[in-house]
């Protein structure tokens, strides 16, 4: 064993040397990472097709073309679901184990699409977005927690990072998909019926792999775990993995076996890691990422580009820009360390909403307060200013794509003790949703009533705070093994050998 000392701990933790790990020299973790990543690409596929869908569903149900009250029902109810999945699929996941968690989400998800896909009335088509979003929540939590727990620790964030890529791909396929389905007699219900068949083919290939090593250690099924770990570790590393999970294993004997929600605030390092999670996972919402995603093309038209033809096109670009950014993330996290490409992405994130604070607020009256209906790109609200808009969008995914993106649920994923994982990684990604519904459902409010441009400045200035609360509040946790992470978490709350730099070093 060596010494090392880490970044944001506040003090000195032991470390077993890390090794050099390529993504690709395991094809079986590699495999079980995408497989488990199709979770994601439902979620992404989810929040990017019903924008498209819901144009339709008003031609086909007079009631909902007459009530915008239920038209907003219609998308955010499966935000709903997903914050109930969300929230029970954390004790799911330490019941049951991650990978029965996942076939549930599966089995939800596929039956709530045929539910919307069939639905006679828009009461049933509600009733299936809310199984919907109740598959996503569940694999919302699963699916980062079951990646990182069979990963190695050099790669363990980059490979998290996938299940992010496979959620921005989503979004990127329902927008083509949305454009392939325009001339199709049903057009809504092959958009929304179609996701089905992900959730089958993962259902599937679940079959076929294992549940995560470190929950069946855990509930004393060390002959399976052990054949897992094989297959993961090479014979030179395998012995220290079992090692390591021997002890955590011993240490959540003389835990509680059952974890409640109030036992994480019972525990001041828990408290401070939950802090730190949930505050990451509040952080990405609230700096405007699904306000992009979902209203990209009615930002476009704000900026003077009335076309809905181009305004798609360009909100193509957004997605396939996020996509982009993701991958970058996944090749930088484990490279430059969650803590510092996080500070980054923030800092171009700033910047990037004052540009398009800027360009609004330097538009004309009606432009800035969303209420443009100029017919073509050379009336007034067609003027340079909304291509400088349109770059201060296009600059907001790159510098939010690569960071903010996938270090949220890399580090829920990796923060929390044994015990504990599944419980608060559930509690994190439901503060993630709560906070999603929140967002998405005042923006376009917030625009009528203080502009565009305001309301850019407002979550600016909340990226202002994302910024220090990270500073002073996220450790880095790169290349460490879940019991180091749990160690430090300890000298953070209760101080070591450097006690007096306090919690926020």
Known sequence: MTIQSFPGSSGIIDASPKRDISY?????????????????????????????????????????????????????????????????????????GRKKATLLADIIF????????????????????????????????????YIAEASPSEIRGGLVGINVLMITGGQFLSYLVNLAFTEVPGTW??????????????????????????????????????????RI?????????????????????????????????????MRLAFLAGAGLQAFQQ???????????????????????????????????????????????????????????????????LLILSGAFFLQPS?????????????????????????LGLALYIAFFSPGMGPVPWAVNSEIYPEAYRGVCGGMSATVNWVSNLIVSQTFLSVVAVIGTGGTFLIIAGVAVVAFIFVALFVPETKGLSFEEVERLWKERAWGGEDARQGLLV
């Open 24 to 96: 690709f020299s395991n094809f079986y973790v590699l495999g079980l990472t995408v497989t488990a990543g199709i979770g994601g690409l439902l979620f992404g596929y989810d929040t990017g097709v019903i924008s498209g869908a819901l144009l339709y569903i008003r031609d086909d149900f007079a009631a909902v073309a007459e009530n915008k009250v239920l038209q907003e029902t219609i998308v955010s109810m499966a935000i709903a679901g997903a914050i109930i999945g969300a929230a029970g699929g954390g004790w799911v996941n330490d019941a049951y």
């Open 110 to 145: 596929a039956t709530g699409s045929v539910v919307m896909c069939a639905a006679p009335d828009p009461y049933v088509l509600i009733c299936g977005r809310l199984l919907v979003g109740l598959g996503i929540g569940i694999a919302s939590v699963t699916a980062p927690v």
């Open 189 to 230: 219900r092959w958009m929304l019926g179609v996701a089905a068949l992900p959730a089958i083919i993962q259902f599937f290939l679940m079959l076929f792999l294992p549940e995560s090593p470190r929950w069946l250690y855990l509930k004393n099924e060390k002959p399976q775990a052990i054949a897992v770990l094989t």
């Open 233 to 269: 570790y090479g014979s030179d590393r395998l012995e220290e993995e079992i090692d390591i999970l021997a002890v955590a294993s011993e240490e959540a004997l003389h835990s509680k076996n059952n974890v409640r929600y109030l036992d994480v605030f019972k525990s001041k390092e």
């Open 286 to 352: 609230f700096t405007g990422i699904n306000t992009v995603m979902y209203y990209s093309p009615t930002i476009v038209q704000m900026a003077g580009f009335t076309s809905n033809k181009l305004a798609l096109l360009l909100s193509l670009i957004v997605a396939a820009m996020n996509a982009a950014g993701t991958i970058v993330g996944i090749f930088l996290i484990d490279r430059c360390g969650r803590r510092r490409l996080t500070l980054s992405s923030l800092s171009g994130v700033l910047i990037s």
């Open 366 to 390: 009606k432009l800035n307060s969303g209420l443009c209906e100029v017919q073509t790109l050379h009336d007034t609200c067609g003027t340079s200013l909304g291509w400088i808009a349109v």
